[in-house]
């Protein structure tokens, strides 16, 4: 089989998804490795240490919609007789 050609990665334009996953890999520190290796150089632990947080955000922004959408706007009441 070939190799994949290498692509240069635009950091600037990700799919929303894409872009999380290259949040978490910077705040583990591990960003620059995944650029200059690929996201293959990563070891498991790694891997699944990104994967773990990038869940955990999503359930947190989902949560986030979910309750603002449950407030929604509050009526007043006109008190005035």
Not at 10 to 38: H, I, R, S, T, W
Request: proline share 5%.
């Amino acid at each position: 089989m070939g190799k994949k050609k290498e692509k240069p990665i635009d950091l600037k334009n990700l799919e929303p998804e894409e872009k999380l996953k290259y949040e978490v890999a910077e705040e583990l520190g591990l960003l620059d490795k995944v650029m200059e290796q690929g996201w293959r150089s990563l070891t498991s632990k790694e891997t699944g240490r990104i994967g773990g947080l990038v869940t955990k955000k999503r359930r947190s922004e989902k949560a986030k919609t979910q309750t603002s959408r449950s407030i929604g706007p509050v009526e007043e009441q006109n008190s005035t007789p």
